[in-house]
């Protein structure tokens, strides 16, 4: 059975790939999102203390909204940036981690 090929938004339908390229295709998409989702996790879960992060992956790492963090800051409640120069901070990684390690204790009713 064939398929239509899309090579572009503006191929014709009368285009046509064979099944096995339209596997090939998914298995090659779904073996990407698999090495990404492993290097993901891989970094979740081996943090280095020492790695500086930015406000997007702070915010990433948390589930937090940019405003969120910094009035958790202000409030004593989120580890504060360290500054990198000029108007540019970043977050010390190990003690994002520690945070969210320690509000997970809160949620299950372990005292941390």
Not at 1 to 9: F, G, R, T
Not at 49 to 68: D, Q
Request: charged share 20%.
């Amino acid at each position: 059975m064939l398929y239509p090929a899309a090579k572009s938004p503006l191929a014709s339908t009368h285009c046509y790939a064979s099944r096995h390229d339209a596997l090939t295709t998914l298995q090659e998409r779904e073996a990407a999102m698999a090495v990404t989702a492993k290097h993901e996790n891989a970094a979740l879960q081996t943090p280095s203390p020492m790695r500086i992060v930015r406000l997007p992956e702070v915010k990433a790492l948390t589930g937090l909204s940019r405003p969120t963090v910094y009035e958790r800051i202000r409030d004593g409640e989120f580890p504060r940036p360290v500054g990198l120069g000029g108007r540019t901070v970043g977050w010390v990684e190990g003690e994002v981690t520690a945070w969210i390690q320690g509000r997970i204790a809160i949620a299950r009713g372990h005292d941390s």
